[in-house]
């Protein structure tokens, strides 16, 4: 079974402002959890829905 975690963009991420260090560094713990136990298959982030198609 495969999972994708989402975080729901806001007013700061669409205008492309970066999380705080903190937020980033519980995300880097997260992540490195993940490898430890063998589960972790990708983690590229998603563009801004800026960059969408617009249909």
């Known amino acids: 079974m495969r999972f994708m975690v989402i975080v729901k963009a806001n007013k700061d991420s669409e ?4 999380p705080s260090q ?4 519980e995300m880097g713990k997260f992540n490195e959890a993940l ?3 063998g589960v972790l298959l990708a983690a590229e982030g998603l563009q801004a829905s800026s960059k969408g198609c617009g249909r």
């Open 15 to 18: 205008a492309g402002i970066m």
């Open 22 to 25: 903190k937020l980033l560094a």
């Open 35 to 37: 490898v430890k136990a």
